[in-house]
């Protein structure tokens, strides 16, 4: 059964030490009418939505690590870079790495497409840009609402 765990500000914290992940992520949008649509995630194990990222893999750019995790995670495959929004930090969820994720705002018109990563992601939801899910990760909220006004800007609405 899926849990909704809280995140306190522990998370934020980053020990002397600790390896550091290099990760990339997309904000995916899409326009529905006079609106803009975000696509999020659920891992399998939560209740609560995340925005698409995941490692950088040898030799890959941090937006073509970007564009696979949104794939993987969504299976949106018609994306269309069109600017970086920010970097977000925090512990991984074993609380041994320090994650430094690099987020990419991406336009799409596609609508329907399921994660190619199932094991993990069940599915991928549409939410308007003003009326945000409940989000497990606060710095992922906050990226998203701190770069609103930009991303409607850049798509056009």
């Known amino acids: 059964m899926p849990i ?3 995140i ?3 998370w934020y914290v980053r020990a002397p030490g600790l390896k550091v992940r ?3 992520g997309g904000v995916v949008a899409r326009r529905e009418g006079a609106r803009l649509m975000v696509a999020f995630t659920k891992e399998k194990a939560f209740t609560q939505f995340v ?3 995941g490692g950088v893999d040898p030799g890959e750019t941090l937006e073509i690590a970007s564009a696979r995790e ?3 995670e969504t299976g949106i495959t018609d994306l269309r870079l069109v600017t970086k929004l920010g970097v977000a930090e925090r512990l991984n969820w ?3 790495r320090w994650v430094t994720t690099h987020f990419y705002l991406f336009e799409t018109k596609q609508v329907e497409a399921k994660p190619t990563d199932q094991v993990k992601h069940e599915a991928m939801w549409w939410f308007p840009l003003d009326e945000l899910p409940d989000m497990l990760w606060p710095e992922q909220r906050r990226l998203v609402e701190d770069n609103r006004a930009a991303i409607k800007a850049a798509l056009g609405v």
């Open 4 to 6: 909704t765990p809280t």
């Open 8 to 10: 306190d500000l522990t």
């Open 22 to 24: 290099l990760a990339a």
């Open 51 to 53: 925005l698409l990222k």
């Open 70 to 72: 949104v794939t993987e």
């Open 94 to 96: 074993d609380k041994d």
